[in-house]
């Protein structure tokens, strides 16, 4: 079975603060994908990133970063300078090998807020 | 840029009722996928659909769902007799062979 944890609830930052959203996996699949996902409060699901496991290099989107280790089964997401825009709730998620066509499995999810 | 779309945004009904929720995926997209987010929760899978049949549903897609398309662009979940567990913000997603999935805005259930 597929598991994603968040453990981080809710996170509060002053805007330009650097911060780090943790996700840690469990999956018995040796391929399998990895994303991050942003729901404004809006409401929306607005899609950030996807990794398959295969390729463990970081990742650097403008202001947004992500770590990922196999070693400690973790995909990590750091925004720099964080603004109050960036302020929504993250969701992490795993899907198996089917070329990232299989279901995703969402973790409970970390409100970020961004106080100015 | 292509979306997805989703109607109606929101939509109340009496508990027993049957509802119809729409969705257009992006238009050269081949999988398409229903997921559930109850209020302050997070995101669980319903349903896929490739090929116009059933990829993999969950637990929670019992006999009260159905998923069909019934033409070229819609893509619709209906729910026969409507429960209050059932409110809910629906999301339809879509994806390509090999792609991320991209989700619509949600249609938002209200069952009284």
């Known amino acids: 079975a597929q598991k994603v944890t968040q453990a981080q609830t809710e996170i509060s930052v002053v805007e330009k603060e650097d911060v780090t959203l943790d996700c840690v996996y469990e999956?018995?699949?040796?391929?399998?994908?990895l994303f991050w996902y942003k729901q404004p409060p809006s409401g929306e699901l607005v899609f950030l990133i996807r990794?398959?496991?295969?390729?463990?290099q970081n990742e650097i989107s403008g202001r947004y970063s992500w770590n990922f280790q196999k070693s400690t089964s973790s995909f990590n997401f750091t925004i720099t300078a964080s603004q109050v825009v960036d302020s929504a709730v993250y969701f992490c998620?795993?899907?198996?090998?089917?070329?990232?066509?299989?279901?995703?499995?969402f973790g409970t999810g970390t409100r970020l807020t961004i106080i100015p | 840029e292509p979306e997805v779309t989703q109607t109606p945004s929101h939509q109340v009904t009496q508990m027993g009722q049957e509802v119809i929720l729409r969705c257009v995926p992006i238009?050269?997209?081949?999988?398409f996928y229903w997921y559930r987010q109850i209020l302050g929760q997070k995101v669980e899978f319903l349903v896929s659909?490739?090929?116009?049949?059933?990829?993999?549903k969950s637990e929670i897609f019992d006999d009260q769902f159905s998923v069909e398309r019934p033409d070229g662009s819609n893509f619709t979940l209906k729910i026969r007799s409507t429960k209050l567990e059932d409110s809910a913000m629906y999301f339809c997603a879509s994806s390509e062979i090999g792609n991320e999935q991209f989700f619509g805005p949600g249609t938002r259930l209200t069952v009284l």
């Open positions: 998620a795993l899907s198996g090998p089917g070329f990232g066509n299989e279901k995703l499995t």
């Open positions: 238009s050269n997209h081949l999988y």
């Open positions: 659909f490739y090929n116009n049949e059933i990829s993999e």
């Open positions: 999956t018995r699949d040796t391929t399998y994908y």
């Open positions: 990794r398959n496991s295969f390729d463990e």
